[in-house]
């Protein structure tokens, strides 16, 4: 089992990594974000209650989160792995995956931490928003979620680094060549 986290900052290119590697690797992909999005567009009652968090660039509340997460899992049948895109968040996300995984027999195989400088970060989300509509990817809620990940979410750094797993990608340049980083990575994991 191939089992990936991808993390970064929002506008860090995790959702674009994640689709070469689900091409190479053959694992399930799991973007939380989209997962919610899905939810939002389909009005249901949990997309009613993402919405509100994910206007205010604020994260879902983790209990929920968790559950949700251990639904996708349970609907993958003979995966060969899965990349987390977006997920965790927070240490407590990071603990439930963790359990979550070791009561299925597995663990993580290694966390890719890409990192992007923020003005980049900043410059790309504005596109992306213009380009498609996220409502999310608007200044000030872009700012928003740039100080949710520094309080919130960059700690994991260095969760990941305590549990051995931590491998540090540049995610700015060349897309193929951050790719190559990624695969070279990951190939290493598992020898
Ligand atoms: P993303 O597409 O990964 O940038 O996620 C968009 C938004 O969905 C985030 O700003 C959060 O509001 C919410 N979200 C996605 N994943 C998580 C998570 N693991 N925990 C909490 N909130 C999340």
Redesign the pocket.
Known sequence: MLNIVIFGA?GSG??TQSERIVEKYGINHI????V??AEIKNGTELGKT?KG??DQ??????SL?IDI?ASVLDSFKDSKGVIF??????IA?AEALKKMLAERGQTVTLMLDLEVPEDELMKRLILRGQQSGRA?DNEETIKK?LV?YHSQTAPLIDWYKQEGLHSHINGLGDLEKITADICTAIDKAVK
Do not use: E, N
Request: a neutral charge; glycine letters at 14%; aromatic letters at 6%.
């Open positions: 929002p995790k959702g973007s939380t974000g989209d919610l999005r993402a968090y994910i660039g604020q994260l879902i509340p983790d989160m997460l895109d977006g997920f965790p968040r927070t996300q999310d979620r949710v």
